[in-house]
């Protein structure tokens, strides 16, 4: 078995590996998919490790790289996403082998630490390899159907965590709203995804996966969501913000936000409302519309990796220094 750097030429290899390995999930394997993801991403390539055995893959494992920035240092992380074993090889160690040979190599690149939010199931192994559990991710709430959300909670809880999307249809994204984000200076003392237009084009206007809809006033700030769908209700996920403007009124954020965000819940018969726990509690003042409920662990599982963080790692794994956002953390 040889393990190797992954090329373009991989990629039909590549999308056949994970449709053996995993199935046709609510994620889709294509290689649209697959170039959107880990190779368009504008913070560089995927790292991507192969295991080939007599000129077949059998085994894949990929780094996404991502850029966080606190107190004007950037900082080069990876996330660890896809991951394949054929059927036929699996229980050989290949996942492993894999993984820590592309910890090392991300190590030599400077790569300062792997973040991911594995499930149940894979959480285990990955603390097994160094891994280490930061906890739930915060989550705000608003309820706006009680009695909707309270039924669907009772009579089905699996079900109540479904992945379907919504397809009504959104207002597009224009050259304005990103345009806006060329003046954007980002001022964090708390790690924060590295915004820029191309971030924003990428991973929201032109994601292939879910459909994004903003609310925004073209200067101050720009709210981006997604409808998602339950069994029994109807998600509005608030999934990233940007204060464009540090300058504005936070009594002009909160009444504009509300009034535009409960048009549109009212449009769409929205049951509740979320929003990161981290990014409402940095910015509280401009989010009062969202209520009284106390933010909640109730997100994914945050795992880190320590590769060049050294004595700085212990930092990372308070969840008050962070500013992540449901954008940073949901799967695609």
């Not at 998919?33 to 007599?54: C, R």
């Not at 049951?271 to 519309?289: M, P």
């Amino acid at each position: 078995m040889q393990l190797r750097p992954a090329t373009p030429e991989d990629r039909p290899a590549i999308i056949e590996l994970l449709r053996q390995s995993l199935g046709e999930s609510s994620i889709p394997k294509s290689e649209a998919l697959w170039v959107w993801k880990h190779e368009h991403n504008p913070f560089g390539p995927s790292y991507v490790l192969v295991a080939e055995e007599n000129g077949k893959l059998i085994g894949l494992r990929a780094f996404m790289q991502w850029s966080w920035i606190r107190n004007d240092r950037v900082y080069r992380t990876v996330r660890a996403v896809d991951t394949a074993t054929h059927p036929d090889h699996q229980g050989k160690g290949i996942f492993k082998k894999l993984t820590l040979q592309q910890l090392e190599s991300c190590r030599q690149e400077g790569i300062l630490f792997v973040f991911n939010t594995p499930n149940g199931q894979s959480k285990p192994g990955y603390l097994k390899m160094g891994w280490v559990e930061q906890g739930k991710m915060p989550i705000k709430f608003k309820i706006l159907r009680p009695f909707t959300v309270a039924k669907a909670r009772f009579f089905d809880k699996e079900k109540y965590t479904g992945q379907s999307e919504d397809p009504s249809p959104f207002q597009k994204w224009t050259l304005g709203v990103l345009g806006s984000l060329d003046r954007y200076v980002q001022r964090t003392n708390q790690l924060a995804t590295l915004f820029s237009p191309q971030y924003i084009s990428w991973r929201y206007a032109n994601n292939p996966l879910y459909s994004y809809n903003y609310f925004t006033d073209q200067e101050n700030y720009l709210l981006i969501s997604r409808i998602k769908m339950h069994a029994y209700t109807k998600e509005l996920r608030l999934v990233d913000f940007i204060r464009l403007n540090p300058q504005a009124d936070n009594g002009y954020l909160n009444a504009t936000m509300k009034a535009q965000v409960s048009t549109f819940c009212e449009q769409y018969q929205i049951d509740f409302i979320s929003l990161s726990g981290q990014q409402f509690q940095a910015n509280k003042a401009c989010f009062n519309w969202m209520g009284m409920l106390p933010v909640r662990r109730l997100g994914p599982t945050i795992t880190l990796r320590d590769l060049n963080m050294k004595e700085n790692f212990q930092y990372l794994l308070d969840t008050k220094n962070w500013c992540y956002s449901t954008g940073d953390l949901e799967l695609f």
